[in-house]
């Protein structure tokens, strides 16, 4: 089972997005959703738009 929690900003200004997973909470770097399974999927569309803009904005550089 996994269920999104919301997400926090890091002081470096990037994001963790807090999920529950099989009952235990973890926090996942946007970069890391892929070791995770189900949890990009588990999203927000707001969160998945901005991953998505982030991903764009990186391509350019």
Sequence with gaps: MIKYLGSKSTNDGGVLYVFLINGLQKEIKEHAL????????????????????????????
């Design 34 to 61: 892929k070791q995770y399974p189900g949890c990009y999927e588990a999203l927000p569309p707001t969160a998945k738009a901005r991953i998505s803009a982030n991903r764009a904005w990186l391509s350019k550089t």
